[in-house]
């Protein structure tokens, strides 16, 4: 079965650098929420879209961005990248913003040095 | 206070005896509740979901719900040392679909 698709996998930036993260929902998933774990620590909720409108909020700081596209896939924009930034990003999708079920794709692990 | 807290780690249990994770929420209006999985460094597993008090049982995996306590636990019967991870608990409040993450709790299963 299709999952959910994050790329890069892996990604290094300097200080002050910015990043781009792309999510691809499994598909007829209208629904995706990004995370930030950092390490040893729970998921912490970022941000989420339902059906390309922002649904909810979380502790995203101001330097990142996001958006869901018309064919629903999601993009994560990170500027002025700290290291405190470093943590693995997981991106999930869901069928329907109340639906029971998140499926969280492989995640990115992002590098700040 | 944390809104989702579970029971702190490590919990190393005998390969074929029954692992016992527990999970409480601040939130009583929170609907859903849902136990994940994580293997070191790979993303969290869904591995059961609860809406309702009592009890949901999945093959080895058991959920239990008490709203009026809010608490809500996770019974892994037969453990394996592949359930050897790290268990996530999360809830789902009244705000549109998020989740809200516990800390974690960590599972050795010895052979």
């Known amino acids: 079965a299709a999952g959910v698709i994050q790329s890069p996998r892996h990604l290094i930036k300097e200080k002050r650098e910015t990043a781009t993260l792309k999510c691809y929902p499994i598909?007829?998933?209208?629904?995706v929420y990004w995370y930030q774990q950092g390490p040893g620590q729970d998921p912490q909720f970022l941000i989420s879209?339902?059906?390309?409108?922002?649904?909810d909020k979380g502790s995203i700081p101001d330097r990142f961005s996001a958006q869901q596209f018309s064919d629903y896939h999601s993009e994560l924009n990170m500027s002025s990248l700290e290291l405190g930034d470093s943590a693995l990003y997981f991106c999930?999708?869901?069928?329907?913003?109340?639906?029971?079920?998140?499926?969280f794709g492989p995640g990115t692990r992002l590098t700040v040095t | 206070q944390k809104e989702v807290e579970q029971n702190s780690g490590p919990l190393s249990v005998p390969e074929g005896a029954i692992a016992s994770l527990n999970c409480t929420y601040s939130d009583r209006g929170s609907q859903s509740f849902f136990w994940y999985r994580q293997y070191s460094g790979k993303s969290p597993e869904l591995i059961m979901f609860?809406?309702?008090?009592g009890d949901k049982e999945d093959g080895r995996f058991t959920a239990q719900l008490n709203k009026a306590s809010q608490y809500v636990s996770l019974l892994i019967r037969d453990s394996q040392p592949s359930d050897s991870a790290t268990y996530l608990c999360a809830v789902k409040g009244t705000n549109a679909g998020k989740s809200t993450f516990g800390d974690g709790t960590t599972l050795t299963v010895k052979p």
């Open positions: 999930a999708s869901s069928p329907g913003r109340s639906s029971y079920e998140q499926y």
């Open positions: 879209f339902y059906e390309k409108m922002q649904s």
């Open positions: 609860i809406y309702s008090n």
């Open positions: 598909p007829r998933h209208d629904t």
